[in-house]
Nanobody, 111 residues
Framework: QVAESGGGLVQAGGSLRLSCRGS????????IGWFRRRPGKQREWVGT???????VYNQAVKGRFSISRDDGGATVFLQMDNLRPEDTATYYC???????WGQGTQVTVSS
């Protein structure tokens, strides 16, 4: 299971850091994906942190978002900078391959 946190309301150009905490040992050894569901749209992929520590991103967020993991491996972060109103969404993380989703955390960016 995973639990997302850290969402909130921020002005355009601001930053937020989301956290994804895993409850299973396998979380520490798994690739983690971040996804989002914007209003009226389907859930979309945001980025992935591989088990080797490399990350890839959706072109829409590349250069503004970054994914990292804490030293213990139980928490994965999504650092979001230079936020735009179109980043408004519910953000989810997933241990890739698990099929499980958390509750998500809401991010609202005002213009």
């Amino acid at each position: 299971q995973v639990a997302e946190s850290g969402g909130g309301l921020v002005q355009a150009g601001g930053s937020l850091r989301l956290s994804c905490r895993g409850s299973a040992g396998a979380f520490r050894e798994s690739a983690i994906g971040w996804f989002r569901r914007r209003p009226g749209k389907q859930r979309e992929w945001v980025g992935t942190l591989s088990t080797g520590g490399t990350s890839v991103y959706n072109q829409a967020v590349k250069g503004r978002f970054s994914i990292s993991r804490d030293d213990g491996g139980a928490t994965v972060f999504l650092q979001m900078d230079n936020l735009r109103p179109e980043d408004t969404a519910t953000y989810y993380c997933q241990r890739l391959g698990s099929g499980y989703w958390g509750q998500g955390t809401q991010v609202t960016v005002s213009s």
